[in-house]
């Protein structure tokens, strides 16, 4: 069983495969944040931090979706589409398909980080 297998798993009860049409999509978003270095570049001008604690004021208020994109920068594995709540609670079995694992939310992105809370989140300004 290989590490997707075992994160699929972990996730099977909101784990939803996308499709080429959803990926593009999804990629075109992603793609709009700044990065250096296959990393979250958190010195732009064009995004803002965002707090952990901010995001899941808003996910409770039904602000905005706890519907979440997962991305790796490990070739050959998908994107795949889950639940935030679940996906912080299964961090490990995701942060185990790379060592880049991105979270692309309802207006933010997030990459998973060795610290408490496991990710920096933020904000596009534009």
């Keep these: 069983m290989t590490l997707f297998d075992e994160c ?9 495969l996308l499709s ?9 978003k992603f793609y709009k944040y ?3 270095y296959g990393n979250i570049n958190k010195t732009s001008n064009t995004i803002n931090a965002f707090h952990f604690n901010e995001l899941m004021k ?7 979706s706890s519907k979440v994109y997962i991305l790796s920068d490990m070739k050959g594995i998908p994107i795949f589409k889950t639940n935030l709540l ?9 942060s185990a ?14 990459q998973i980080v060795p610290k408490e809370p ?9």
């Design 8 to 16: 699929k798993d972990a996730l099977s009860s909101d784990f939803h």
């Design 86 to 94: 679940l996906a912080l609670s299964k961090i490990d079995d995701i």
């Design 58 to 64: 808003l996910i409770d208020e039904k602000e905005i």
């Design 118 to 126: 496991p990710i920096d989140i933020v904000r596009l300004l534009i």
């Design 20 to 28: 080429l049409e959803e990926e593009k999509y999804v990629l075109e």
């Design 97 to 110: 398909l790379s060592t880049k694992v991105f979270i692309l939310g309802d207006g933010y992105l997030a």
């Design 34 to 36: 700044p990065f250096e």
